[in-house]
């Protein structure tokens, strides 16, 4: 049974930061690739940050690149997201997916097979 619980989110001002969490109860962690992906209210679930299974690959949303960096913990089976200098703009459901078919990061949400129930994050201007 795979889980993933997301964490960490809330309201903030725009410059502001906040750090996701997400828990993985997923057998061989460490294998796999893990994406962070978000919907805005209105809007289609896109893509945010992804990392390969040993944390030396990442890609980024050209949205978030250079403010978001996402890391995982594998003894711990945690992935992170860390978000600097929040906009309005990044006011999403943030769901973090594991790839359980490939430890190497994609962008494509197809590819991900397992989703946690999304953490809300809300940034005022």
């Known amino acids: 049974q795979v889980q993933l619980v997301e964490s960490g989110g809330g309201l903030v001002q725009a410059g502001a930061s906040l750090r996701l969490s997400c828990a993985a109860s997923?057998?061989?962690?460490?294998?796999?690739?893990m994406g962070w992906f978000r919907q805005a209210q209105g809007k289609e679930r896109e893509f945010v940050a992804a990392?390969?299974?040993?944390?030396?690959?990442?890609y980024y949303a050209d949205s978030v690149k250079g403010r978001f960096t996402i890391s995982r913990d594998n003894a711990k089976n945690m992935v992170y997201l860390q978000m600097n200098s929040l906009r309005p703009e990044d006011t999403a459901v943030y769901y973090c997916?594991?790839?359980?078919?490939?430890?190497?990061?994609?962008?494509?949400?197809?590819?991900?097979?397992?989703w946690g129930q999304g953490t809300q994050v809300t940034v005022s201007s």
């Open positions: 997916a594991v790839d359980s078919d490939s430890g190497y990061p994609v962008r494509q949400q197809s590819a991900y097979d397992y």
């Open positions: 997923v057998r061989t962690f460490s294998r796999y690739a």
């Open positions: 990392i390969s299974w040993t944390g030396g690959t990442t």
